[in-house]
């Protein structure tokens, strides 16, 4: 990820080696429309513009609009065919950045209503999904098989291109890369989402450019449009409401009225502010929680309204045009001048196209109640916030578990009320202006709803009183406006707005009891540099440390270097920050003294270094670029830390609940103990290895099962210390192998395990000492532990390594290797869909061989992993079809092993492990997940329910598949394939 500060954004106006670029230029890059806005500072009158922006709203025809869509979409072959006539005309094409089957824009957002399977929407919300690696390729979400995928970042770096190359094209001396760009983003982004705009914009084509949330380009747009009388619709002591509710995300701002005050950037305010002799100033106070809640979320309530006057739920694909077609229904219905109806047309599918068509009518009066009963009730200010989870699980979004968007705005208010009464002059507690942004804010019904909301909660000693509207003719161009004249504001000219970070940042420091040191604070402002040296660190060189951070918006007068106690509550967890230590001189094991420096950049985003302490004696430290999953830069005893975004989705996550490592604290003395006790097999050969367990067990005086994670990744690293002394026997190795990964596993819920796991693949993949039968059986059992923190890349190496084996039948049934290989294919949960199914059907043959039958158990497990439909750890977007998982249902049940009986006494065993291993299998394939993409259909559904009960499943597994649910933890065992770390569970 490109560090910003690597970057300056500004042509200093004032510099005399440098010429200001001419435009000013403002992208909303919205969740559903982009808008360029610009100012030509050359012009005799400075005014802010919409640029029309060209693009295809047919295969053959071009046009240009103030909005470009916010969708990607794939052509068909026969569209691609079209579309290449098309593009023979070069003039038509010539500016266009898509690449041969693509297009982005309007014509995207119409063809994608017919295919939905071919379009990418939504990028933007899926760039602050802090559940997936936002850098992978994943969309679009259940996507046709013969569409490629883009990364969220990729998608939004494809409509900045767009823009840009629109722009170039009309502006061919003054390209948009050397211009002042601001790009919007939503208040309450996370620092992975700021960071990964700016990898968008730089891989668009666009490396220097500012950042500004949206809320505030929306108030900046509303006073370039009241230059001249802005003064006289505030006064001092107001408290302004920004409320935005775009596409994807409810933002919410307050922004303080207060004196003009003439101090700088280095007083108390931090505030650079003149206001042209204008008594009043403007301070952005707080910006509330990120919440993914705005028009997607309408277009999925009205589209389940009108599928409730069916018979029954449509199937996926129907069900992705349905929402297509609500969007649609949405837009006219808040817009001016409705109808008092409109219809929905579904085309069928298959050969009856006619007979298969659907028309679903939607009135005015329902999408009314839809919308304001659903998302804007008429709530008290103490209402309270629903959490758990959403009920629309088919589009993979982590959606607002609680749809009403007036309760969210009530929390945000009663939390900030006193906030920003510092000040004598102010005492407003009430919102006493309201600026409304976003498309779903165009329904008058809707704004009088949050209007009466505000009305009645704040005027009970007033009942003439009510909440000023501030007014925007458009409020879809609104925040690309105000981003043009805050590029403007940028160079000493217009209103200024005194935007303090609002929200602390915290650094965790210890885990019992858990608290952390505050290291950024509210009220910073760009450019500010922190130093936390009041609790200097002292970091082994050469291991892997962890940073976990906190954010808050609520806790906003805590100072740099204040030591708070940790509350959920008040606090939510940050991707951590990972780095390794190297003394370039020293190759030995030392340590070394840091202190921490934090800065908010100028463009927005979060730095954080690591800095050598100026009395440490050591060498000067560099950060180990080549060690995931870090890639700190510096020099001179100083260097960037990086956040790491796949542990948002891994790693860490669990680690900052305290899930795993909360499960027991290990002293220096213990592992000392086990260290000595490792040496004694490895290093001095006076103990036999296969010894070594029972002896930790009993210097330990706990039970192997019982060992926390921390001891387990304590052994781990002295396991890796006697790493060479695995060579000396087969058994030797056999042994290392088997502790290795029983101490590192699942591969992840502990900080730092990516670099653990990192570590392991690079020591031992395709480096075995000892070629025999049982150390290739252990290695299996070791990455098999461990897959759940092995990359994509890798298990793609090792599903290769298996295919020869298992799809040729490379080794005997009855052999410890082919069961493990089978159970290590099963557990690679982030290989692409066609190589699990390959896989599966692999297995499925050897199920229906009665001569494969000691493999029956593996094999059962394997097809119950690969088939499942909520995986243990792997992304959604891998999961298997519905329409292939159902040919797996046919072939499984009526595979050979689902008859084995234990009539024979010698075999009853064996019998009851196969009926068990066929039962978690059915279970894991059938559980209903409530998403329609994933779940099978009612006629496979009864017919897993009557196997499971004549293989005596038990009752908890057939509320699974009828209900739904969450295994306990017995039944994740069996899952994972034996006992997890204690404080650790599958996700």
């Not at 072959?77 to 579309?83: G, I, L, Q």
């Not at 915290?506 to 040191?517: D, K, L």
């Not at 003294?593 to 302490?613: D, K, N, P, R």
Request: proline content about 6%; aromatic content about 6%; charged content about 25%.
């Amino acid at each position: 990820m490109p560090d910003p500060t690597d970057s300056p954004i500004d042509a200093s106006p004032d510099s005399d080696e440098m010429v200001a670029p001419r435009y000013c230029i403002g992208i909303d890059l919205g969740t559903t429309n982009c808008v360029l806005s610009f100012v030509d500072t050359h012009a005799e009158t400075r005014r802010v513009e919409v640029f029309a922006v060209p693009q295809w709203v047919d295969l053959d025809t071009l046009e240009s609009r103030t909005t470009l869509p916010s969708f990607h979409y794939t052509l068909t072959e026969p569209e691609m065919s079209a579309a290449m006539t098309a593009k023979a005309n070069r003039k038509l094409a010539r500016y266009l950045v898509e690449p041969p089957g693509e297009r982005v824009g309007e014509y995207a957002r119409v063809a994608g209503s017919a295919h939905p399977g071919r379009l990418i929407a939504s990028a933007k919300s899926w760039l602050s999904h802090e559940g997936v690696d936002r850098s992978t390729d994943l969309l679009p979400w259940h996507g046709d098989a013969d569409v490629v995928k883009k990364s969220p970042m990729a998608a939004s770096a494809a409509y900045l291109a767009h823009l840009r190359l629109a722009w170039d094209d009309a502006h061919p001396d003054w390209p948009m890369a050397d211009q002042d760009v601001v790009i919007t983003l939503p208040a309450s982004f996370d620092e992975v989402a700021r960071e990964l705009t700016v990898a968008a914009a730089a891989h668009a084509g666009l490396p220097r450019i500012q950042l500004i949330e949206e809320p505030q380009a929306a108030f900046y747009a509303w006073l370039d449009r009241h230059a001249d009388d802005w003064t006289e619709r505030v006064r001092v002591g107001q408290l302004i409401l920004v409320c935005d509710i775009g596409g994807g995300t409810t933002d919410l701002t307050l922004i303080r009225v207060r004196p003009a005050t003439a101090k700088t950037a280095s007083g108390h305010d931090g505030a650079d502010v003149e206001v042209d002799g204008a008594a009043l100033q403007f301070h952005r106070i707080a910006v509330g929680k990120h919440l993914i809640l705005g028009g997607d979320n309408l277009d999925l309530a009205i589209a389940k309204s009108a599928e409730a006057q069916l018979d029954a739920p449509l199937p996926a694909r129907r069900w992705q045009q349905l929402v297509a077609g609500a969007r649609g229904v949405k837009e006219l219905m808040l817009s001016p001048g409705r109808p008092s109806e409109t219809t929905i047309h579904l085309s069928g599918e298959g050969s009856s196209l006619i007979g298969g068509s659907v028309s679903l009518t939607v009135t005015a009066e329902q999408v009314d109640q839809v919308l304001l009963d659903g998302f804007f009730p008429d709530v008290a200010l103490d209402a309270t916030v629903i959490g758990g989870q959403s009920g629309f699980q088919e589009l993979g979004l982590p959606y607002a578990a609680d749809p009403a968007i007036t309760k969210h705005l009530a929390e945000f208010l009663r939390t900030h009320r006193e906030t920003g009464l510092d000040d004598e002059t102010v005492d407003s507690r009430r919102v006493d202006l309201v600026l409304f942004n976003g498309g779903v804010l165009r329904s008058t019904a809707i704004q009088d709803r949050l209007i009466a909301c505000l009305t009645r909660w704040f005027g009970d000693d007033d009942p003439q009183w009510k909440p000023e509207t501030l007014q925007s003719p458009r409020l879809d161009l609104a925040v690309s406006q105000g981003a043009a004249y805050y590029a403007l504001v940028r160079r000493g000219e217009g209103v200024r707005i005194a935007a303090n970070l609002a929200r602390t940042y915290f650094m965790q420091i210890s885990q019992s009891p858990a608290r952390a040191v505050c290291m950024i604070p509210a009220d910073a402002q760009p450019g500010q540099t922190y130093r936390i040296d009041s609790l200097p660190m002292e970091l082994r060189i050469g291991v892997p440390v962890s940073f976990p951070l906190w954010v808050s918006s609520t806790r906003l007068a805590d100072p740099p270097g204040e030591v708070v106690d940790i509350d959920p509550a008040e606090m939510t967890a940050l991707p951590p920050i990972h780095t390794a230590l190297q003394d370039r001189k020293r190759k030995k094991e030392t340590t070394l003294q840091i202190v921490i420096e934090t800065q908010l950049t100028e463009i927005g985003t979060i730095g954080v270094y690591c800095v050598a302490a100026p009395n440490d004696p050591s060498g000067k430290p560099s950060a180990v670029n080549s060690e995931p999953p870090t890639t700190g830069r510096g020099s001179r005893g100083r260097w960037k830390l990086d956040f790491d975004i796949r542990a948002t989705l891994e790693t860490d996550r669990e680690a900052h609940e305290g899930g795993g490592e909360a499960s027991g604290i290990v002293d220096e003395e213990t592992l000392e103990s086990c260290e000595r006790e490792i040496e004694s097999v490895f290093v001095h050969a006076n103990e036999k290895p296969a010894k070594l367990v029972k002896r930790l067990q009993s210097t330990l005086e706990l039970r192997r099962d019982d060992w926390p994670p921390v001891l387990l990744r304590g052994i781990w690293e002295c396991l890796i210390r006697v790493e060479p002394h695995r060579r000396r026997s087969p058994a030797h190795e056999s042994r290392w192998l088997n502790l290795l990964g029983y101490s590192l596993r699942p591969g992840y819920g502990v900080a730092v395990d990516d670099w653990r796991t990192a570590q392991t693949w690079r020591t031992l993949f395709g480096k075995i000492a000892h070629d025999d039968p049982q150390t290739r059986a252990e290695t299996m059992v070791l990455w098999r532990r461990i897959a759940g923190g092995l990359t994509e890349g890798q298990q793609a190496q090792l599903a290769s390594v298996l295919k020869r084996s298992l799809t040729y039948g490379g080794l005997r049934s009855e052999s410890a290797e082919a069961f493990e290989a089978w159970r290590l294919a099963g557990s690679l949960e982030r290989l692409p869909i066609q190589d699990k199914l390959d896989l599966a059907r692999a297995a499925l043959t050897q199920l229906e061989r009665k001569k494969a039958r000691p493999l029956y158990p593996a094999l059962l497990w394997a097809i119950g992993r690969m088939a499942t439909r909520i995986p243990s750890y792997g992304p959604l977007n891998l999961v298997i079809g519905t329409r292939d998982v159902s040919n797996i249902l046919k072939r499984l049940v009526d595979s050979p092993a689902l008859r084995v009986r234990s009539d024979d006494e010698s075999e009853s065993g064996h019998a009851s492990q196969i009926h068990a291993a066929a039962s978690l299998a059915l279970t894991q394939i059938s559980r209903r997940c409530h998403d329609r993409f994933r779940d099978i259909d009612d006629a496979d559904r009864s017919r897993v329910l009557r196997e499971l009960q004549t293989l005596d499943a038990p009752s908890h597994f057939l509320r699974l598949v009828e209900e739904g649910g969450q295994f306990d933890h017995e039944e994740q065992a069996a899952i994972f394939g034996e006992s997890l770390p204690l404080g650790i569970e599958l996700r």
